[in-house]
């Protein structure tokens, strides 16, 4: 434990205000829907700084070095250091070193943030959790109601669209918070969170947490049931979900039925498998390598699109293709896509060190955002990213509170700061 005193009281303030912030991202999202960037840097610098206080600097330095040589850790530094070299090829050299930029500084603050969690051992408790998610779901599903009458209030923009994003963190938040009301027995309020979940999700626009909403409905009861089962599914799954994405993206509209994409509408799907259609052939000219990062951005104007019609332009003209692995193989090529399975795949698997209790849950997590990666935002957006970092970092957090024999029998310190 730290000493007590200013500087311990502050410390702990601290790591407080970092928890406090991770748990009411959702909420904060209805304001700002590009905030998780924000979020996560605040978090980091602040465990950054309790590092530094504490004389953990150096431990923490190991830990994510530690990181850095395992598996996953060299994948994804070969996959930047691909994305660094696509440069010089990439048609928007500006827009790419930017992304570029966005990505690896949230995978780095995520890696700093969970690192950090779980040296210190910070927690929260799960009526917090539970409590932030509800006002979140109820804050937004009341603005809808109110056509925007609560953000107006605030002076903000009133677009619907701008709650879609808010919509996809409650949604992805929600199976830990289940895991944490569940597993303390507090059905009853479980109930009501879900409750407001599904009114929040129902009444916005966000087709993307519709998509991820039903991916939890199905996939957390069967996770429950065979953890082990799913998680290894999953581990092998969407890796070979990302190598096949050419193939799946190139006859995506066909495989939904036709209920369903009237159902949707054109907009908000069908538009997509065309986007999709069009940017295939596109993949196979440079099928290596790639276009460079944020080719995806530029591809309606290079000159290897001239041939096109004004229809097929327009399709190309969405600013990215709303398909990540899609993305990732037009900008990186097969190479690209076979470090991302690879990542994927270490990722995942390494998900097998959870407690058991919270093994399906993050499962699910990972399963319903692989979904929204398929369907919806950019791959290097900050934003996104962030989102998933912090989410991370509850889970880290989870395993503190609720599971520390966990860290114990992992061999980590028993850490010198509480939240």
Not at 275 to 304: C, D, M, N, R, Y
């Amino acid at each position: 434990m730290i000493a007590s005193g200013d500087s311990g009281w502050s410390d702990r303030m601290l790591l407080q205000v970092a928890a406090g912030l991770i748990v009411c991202t959702p909420i904060l999202m209805i304001a700002a829907r590009e905030i998780p960037a924000t979020i996560l840097v605040i978090v980091s610098l602040s465990l950054i700084v309790v590092a530094v206080r504490t004389g953990n600097t150096r431990a923490i330095l190991d830990d994510l070095g530690y990181g850095m040589r395992m598996p996953g850790g060299l994948i994804i530094i070969g996959l930047v250091g691909l994305m660094i070299v696509s440069l010089t090829w990439a048609p928007l050299t500006e827009r790419a070193a930017s992304h570029l930029l966005h990505f690896t500084g949230a995978i780095v603050l995520a890696a700093i943030s969970i690192a950090t969690t779980i040296r210190f051992r910070m927690h929260f408790d799960s009526l917090v959790v539970a409590l932030a998610l509800f006002i979140a779901a109820g804050l937004l599903a009341i603005d809808i109601l109110l056509a925007g009458a609560l953000r107006e209030a605030l002076f903000l923009s009133t677009d619907v669209f701008r709650l879609n994003r808010a919509t996809v963190a409650i949604t992805l938040f929600l199976p830990l918070a289940t895991a944490l009301l569940a597993g303390e027995r507090r059905f009853f309020l479980l109930g009501v969170l879900w409750v407001s979940a599904i009114a929040a999700v129902l009444l916005s626009i966000s087709y993307s947490a519709k998509l991820a909403f039903i991916v939890i409905v199905l996939a957390l009861p069967i996770s429950i049931a065979l953890p082990r089962i799913v998680h290894r599914l999953t581990m092998a799954t969407l890796p070979l979900t990302v190598l096949a994405m050419p193939w799946i993206a190139s006859i995506a509209n066909s495989l939904i039925p036709t209920r369903i994409h009237e159902a949707v509408g054109y907009g908000s799907l069908t538009i997509r498998g065309e986007i999709w259609q069009e940017t295939v052939p596109f993949i196979w000219q440079k099928p290596v390598f790639g276009w460079g990062v944020e080719a995806s951005h530029a591809l309606p104007h290079l000159p290897e699109a001239a041939h096109l019609t004004q229809v097929q332009r327009d399709l190309l003209s969405w600013g990215h293709t709303h398909n990540a692995p899609l993305q990732i193989w037009l900008e990186l090529g097969a190479v690209g896509a076979a470090l991302t399975a690879a990542a994927l795949y270490f990722g995942i698997r390494a998900l097998r060190n959870l407690p058991p209790p919270l093994l399906p849950h993050a499962t699910t997590t990972v399963i319903a955002a692989f979904a929204i990666a398929c369907v919806s935002h950019g791959a290097w957006q900050a934003w996104w990213w962030a989102l998933l970092g912090l989410i991370a970092t509850a889970y880290a957090m989870a395993i503190a509170a609720h599971f520390p024999e966990v860290l114990r029998r992992a061999g980590e310190p028993d850490g010198n700061v509480t939240a």
